[in-house]
């Protein structure tokens, strides 16, 4: 499966890991975010044409995958964080019918919409993305 992996770009380490385990279990990772410089080194200060072309990007990518992967963990006191961007993109799937997991459990400030629209919890075991 084609997988497409989103969340906050200060855990990029732990989306490379992730990559590397899902490319073992046999599915190809469609959309890694290439961070900008400034924004993985935590300053907020992107341009919006920098933010536009980044979510451009997403779309193309988003239509080659199967599957939305949200890697989601505590940030800025939040459990489970989902922020803005996230956000967006996980309602851009959900338009184009793509299966939305979400690695750990869904916070609390969003559950019900994903419940709502069927994403499933894997719980950091991404032996359960399936389709």
Do not use: W
Not at 30 to 38: C, W
Not at 61 to 80: E, I, P, Q, S, W
Not at 115 to 131: C, F, S
Request: charged share 25%.
């Amino acid at each position: 499966m084609k997988i497409a992996i989103v969340g906050s770009i200060i855990f990029y380490k732990k989306f490379l890991q992730a990559k590397r385990e899902l490319e073992q279990k046999g599915h190809k990772v469609v959309f890694l975010p290439v961070p900008h410089q400034n924004e993985f080194n935590g300053n907020k200060s992107l341009s919006p044409a920098d933010k536009l072309e980044t979510m451009q990007k997403f779309n193309r990518d988003l239509a080659k995958a199967g599957a939305l992967l949200v890697m989601n963990f505590d940030k800025h006191g939040k459990k489970n964080y989902i922020g803005v961007n996230t956000i967006m993109e996980i309602g851009m799937a959900f338009n184009r019918q793509k299966a939305i997991f979400v690695y750990q459990d869904f916070p609390i400030n969003c559950a019900d919409e994903l419940e709502a629209i069927r994403a499933v919890a894997i719980n950091q075991d991404l032996g359960k993305i399936k389709l």
